[in-house]
């Protein structure tokens, strides 16, 4: 994890300051498993491999035994690039300045550097690159913790948060959970009040609207969502299972409860994301008809054609295991087209819109839980 895997999909807008951009995370390209890691040799961005994993890649110690300490790899990555965006210059942790890749990668030609014959890494004094690596294993081996810098304005909250992620010890560096219960990030979440959760009569429906619902801009309605889904998810999983889903609605009859859930459970792994559940109560009819036709059609002209229609064959293969043919095609029919045409954008916004009716809908109360 690194700055430059985070792309803004849209601008900031000074005007709406509340409305937070759709932020995603990309390459994917050094993902491994955790069996992958117990055997796989060390890799990533140098900048942002955690003091433990320095230190394996010099051979000076081995794989985790407790798996979850290769999540503190991660959580030492969100210190660096938190180190970054709080200061004034971009510097790195423990540095004080700004390296870019670049700068490690670019040994030059004259550079006598390398791994010697014993194993161990032998520098180069003039070479800019060697340098700096030398400097980084300095910092991964020495014992000292992080001294924030006046460079970090951010308060005194925020340096707190800085110094745990940054702990070079990580036996007593935060776990994920543990970092949303520092003060600079830990919060009591507020009620949105009553909300209706709906499952549309369709998974195809359903699995085109969670589409929608991440191209959504974070307003003050997903707001709403967020605040609902940060109380059904007290234990910052960042999931809600079936039967934390099922206790919010003990007074609404169990059949309904399940349906919502089952049809809200796109990727059917027993359990909602954020995107999953905010697609449930998110009030559709609060969007504007020519918006949601506008995401519908962007969507459309992805899958199918620049006029915004899409065959079937197009549409399953963009819902690849999530809605069988068999379900697109009874789709088609519900929408009175034949499956042997296309389906058009406009179509399927009119259906989206109409079918409030025929949607399966539970409220909650908004009371915690």
Not at 212 to 235: I, P, S, T
Not at 274 to 300: D, P, Q, R, Y
Not at 326 to 342: C, I, K
């Amino acid at each position: 994890l690194k700055p430059d895997n985070f792309l803004c999909i849209e601008g900031f807008e000074p005007a709406n300051p509340e409305t937070v951009p759709r932020v995603v995370v990309t390459d994917y390209g050094l993902l491994r498993t955790l069996e992958q890691m117990e055997t796989h040799t060390v890799c990533g961005d140098p900048r942002y491999l955690s003091p433990e994993r320095w230190i394996q890649q010099l051979g000076g110690g081995d794989a985790p035994q407790d798996r979850l300490r290769y999540q503190k790899d991660d959580v030492w990555a969100m210190g660096v690039t938190l180190h970054e965006l709080l200061s004034s210059d971009g510097s790195l942790p423990f540095l004080g300045r700004h390296v870019s890749l670049q700068d490690f990668m670019s040994h030059t030609e004259e550079c006598e550097g390398g791994m010697t014959k014993s194993g161990e890494l032998a520098y180069d004094p003039r070479c800019p690159a060697c340098q700096i690596t030398e400097e980084m294993e300095k910092v991964a081996r020495r014992h000292d913790d992080l001294e924030v810098s006046d460079k970090i304005t951010a308060g005194p909250e925020a340096t707190e948060l800085l110094k745990a992620l940054l702990r070079k010890d990580s036996s007593i560096r935060p776990h994920s959970k543990g970092v949303f219960e520092l003060p600079w990030l830990a919060s009591t979440p507020k009620s949105p009040g009553q909300l209706e959760f709906a499952a549309q009569p369709d998974a195809a429906c359903q699995v085109l609207l969670n589409v929608v619902m991440w191209r959504l801009c974070h307003d003050a309605e997903v707001k709403k969502c967020y605040d609902a889904f940060c109380l059904f998810d007290k234990g910052h999983s960042g999931r809600v299972t079936r039967q934390r889903f099922k206790e919010a609605f003990a007074n609404e009859s169990g059949d309904s409860v399940e349906r919502v859930f089952d049809m809200g459970d796109v990727d059917g792994n027993e359990s909602l994301d954020f995107n999953e559940f905010a697609t449930l109560c998110f009030n559709w009819s609060a969007m504007e008809v020519e918006t949601l036709g506008k995401h519908i059609h962007e969507l459309f002209v992805d899958i199918g054609n620049d006029k915004g229609h899409a065959y079937l064959k197009q549409l399953s293969s963009f819902f690849g295991e999530a809605v069988p043919e068999s379900g697109l095609q009874t789709l088609f029919r519900r929408m009175e087209v034949d499956p042997n045409s296309f389906l058009k954008d406009t179509t399927v916004r009119d259906f989206i819109v109409s079918s409030k009716s025929t949607r399966t809908v539970i409220t909650w109360d908004g009371s915690s839980f």
